[in-house]
């Protein structure tokens, strides 16, 4: 009856509907999944009830709750009053009543917004070319980040023209990033799960077969990214380097990018080229440089490195070819007693810090003129970039 009230009003859409009063995972998974602005609480037991009004204000603030009773009488909407609860509807639902209800609803929504405890730990990374290690790098500080205490934590392979986490993971899902975006709209926690496969203590999307007309739209990207970042703590995100148009929303949303490079100079070069237009969409000032394959013997040394892009270089992962290999072999993370799985921890510590230490750029460029192939010079001038 109140389904038939509410559809009737025009101005709510029934998102979720529980015959029974759900235990509080239910409740919250639902709430996260679906991101409702109301609930109509049944009062019909009024100690169930108040259990789930103490939950909504606890973990959701903000979302407003209607009490909904077959029956009145004074008692209990003086129970329902003392709640706190400001809303009341009870059959038969007349039209006014219920539009009048949904209209005050609506205005306070507006004033309080829900705070649905969505994730700001959006984390991309970016190739400077094709090859440096991005995947490897990615994977491996996601599953560091996911063995952190309390961590929940995503991975997802974006690159949809020759994602590699699924065979580096030897993954058999047979969904993928694909699936979520078809099912962007409707995402819930019954279908999440078919999507990702749990590695170690890491949820996993890859981007399934080679497919390369498909695109994701700005729509379904909006979805996929509200629902893990209602779910997750941690989410990162593997790029392919050609800056698509879903790359550069997705980055525009990141809290931070990760540009991986190797201490080559074609590497470096490209690395300079993205740094420059990503300053241009001022995206620059949240790029922090991974250098990887970094070995003693580099003929580019990081400080030089740091002249030639104009920003730091908040870490070097070494170049473990046999360390990658073994891991690749067995479908795994690297050996976290490694050094290079040493190294992936602490980035991982490093980017779960609240307050990440800010490095100053020097815009001193003395390296850079030795190559005249770089055309002019880029500076991120007064940026700062944060490690
Ligand atoms: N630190 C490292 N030491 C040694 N080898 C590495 C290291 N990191 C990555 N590799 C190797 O480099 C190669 C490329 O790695 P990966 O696929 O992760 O790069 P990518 O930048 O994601 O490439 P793509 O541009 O295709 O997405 C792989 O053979 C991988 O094993
Ligand atoms: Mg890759």
Same mark, same amino acid.
């Given at each position: 009856?109140?389904?038939?009230?509410?559809?009737?009003?025009?101005?709510?859409?029934?998102?979720?509907?529980?015959?029974?009063?759900?235990?509080?995972?239910?409740?919250?998974?639902?709430?996260?999944?679906?991101?409702?602005?109301?609930?109509?609480?049944?009062?019909?037991?009024?100690?169930?009830?108040?259990?789930?009004?103490?939950?909504? /204000?606890?973990?959701? &603030?903000?979302?407003?709750? !209607? *009490? #909904? +009773?077959? =029956?009145?009488?004074?008692?209990?909407? $003086?129970?329902?009053?003392?709640?706190?609860?400001? /809303?009341?509807?009870? &059959?038969?639902?007349?039209? !006014? *009543? #219920? +539009?009048? =209800?949904?209209?005050?609803?609506?205005? $306070?929504?507006?004033?309080?917004?829900?705070?649905?405890?969505?994730?700001?730990?959006?984390?991309?990374?970016?190739?400077?070319?094709?090859?440096?290690?991005?995947?490897?790098?990615?994977?491996?500080?996601?599953?560091?980040?996911?063995?952190?205490?309390?961590?929940?934590?995503?991975?997802?392979?974006?690159?949809?023209?020759?994602?590699?986490?699924?065979?580096?993971?030897?993954?058999?899902?047979?969904?993928?990033?694909?699936?979520?975006?078809?099912?962007?709209?409707?995402?819930?926690?019954?279908?999440?799960?078919?999507?990702?496969?749990?590695?170690?203590?890491?949820?996993?999307?890859?981007?399934?077969?080679?497919?390369?007309?498909?695109?994701?739209?700005?729509?379904?990207?909006?979805?996929?990214?509200?629902?893990?970042?209602?779910?997750?703590?941690?989410?990162?995100?593997?790029?392919?380097?050609?800056?698509?148009?879903?790359?550069?929303?997705?980055?525009?949303?990141?809290?931070?990018?990760?540009?991986?490079?190797?201490?080559?100079?074609?590497?470096?070069?490209?690395?300079?080229?993205?740094?420059?237009?990503?300053?241009?969409?001022?995206?620059?000032?949240?790029?922090?440089?991974?250098?990887?394959?970094?070995?003693?013997?580099?003929?580019?040394?990081?400080?030089?490195?740091?002249?030639?892009?104009?920003?730091?270089?908040?870490?070097?992962?070494?170049?473990?070819?046999?360390?990658?290999?073994?891991?690749?072999?067995?479908?795994?993370?690297?050996?976290?007693?490694?050094?290079?799985?040493?190294?992936?921890?602490?980035?991982?510590?490093?980017?779960?810090?609240?307050?990440?230490?800010?490095?100053?750029?020097?815009?001193?460029?003395?390296?850079?003129?030795?190559?005249?192939?770089?055309?002019?010079?880029?500076?991120?001038?007064?940026?700062?970039?944060?490690?």
């Amino acid at each position: 009856m109140l389904d038939h009230a509410l559809a009737a009003a025009q101005c709510v859409r029934v998102v979720r509907d529980f015959d029974h009063y759900p235990g509080e995972l239910d409740f919250m998974r639902g709430v996260r999944a679906n991101a409702p602005q109301v609930v109509f609480l049944s009062i019909e037991s009024m100690v169930k009830a108040m259990d789930l009004l103490a939950l909504i /204000e606890r973990e959701t &603030p903000g979302l407003q709750v !209607v *009490a #909904v +009773s077959r =029956t009145v009488d004074s008692a209990l909407l $003086l129970d329902v009053m003392r709640a706190g609860i400001r /809303e009341f509807l009870a &059959p038969p639902f007349d039209s !006014v *009543a #219920v +539009s009048e =209800t949904l209209q005050r609803v609506v205005a $306070l929504a507006e004033t309080k917004p829900i705070n649905m405890g969505s994730t700001d730990q959006l984390y991309c990374f970016l190739p400077s070319k094709q090859g440096v290690g991005t995947s490897t790098v990615a994977l491996n500080v996601a599953l560091a980040i996911s063995r952190q205490p309390e961590s929940s934590s995503l991975l997802i392979d974006l690159d949809l023209s020759s994602g590699i986490i699924g065979f580096l993971l030897k993954l058999n899902n047979s969904h993928s990033v694909v699936e979520a975006a078809e099912n962007a709209a409707t995402l819930d926690e019954s279908i999440w799960p078919q999507l990702v496969t749990r590695v170690e203590n890491l949820d996993v999307m890859h981007s399934g077969r080679l497919n390369p007309d498909f695109r994701i739209e700005s729509s379904q990207l909006r979805g996929m990214l509200d629902f893990a970042r209602r779910h997750y703590k941690t989410i990162c995100v593997d790029l392919s380097g050609n800056l698509e148009r879903y790359s550069l929303e997705i980055m525009h949303e990141a809290k931070r990018i990760f540009m991986v490079v190797t201490p080559e100079i074609p590497s470096l070069h490209l690395a300079r080229e993205k740094l420059g237009f990503l300053n241009r969409l001022e995206m620059a000032g949240k790029v922090t440089v991974l250098l990887n394959r970094s070995n003693k013997r580099n003929l580019v040394t990081p400080g030089q490195i740091e002249d030639l892009l104009g920003a730091p270089v908040a870490h070097a992962l070494s170049n473990d070819y046999q360390g990658v290999h073994r891991a690749l072999q067995a479908g795994r993370g690297v050996d976290t007693a490694s050094e290079l799985g040493r190294q992936f921890t602490h980035l991982a510590g490093q980017i779960q810090l609240k307050k990440p230490k800010q490095t100053e750029i020097d815009t001193k460029k003395r390296f850079v003129e030795y190559f005249s192939m770089f055309p002019g010079r880029y500076s991120v001038a007064d940026k700062k970039t944060a490690v």
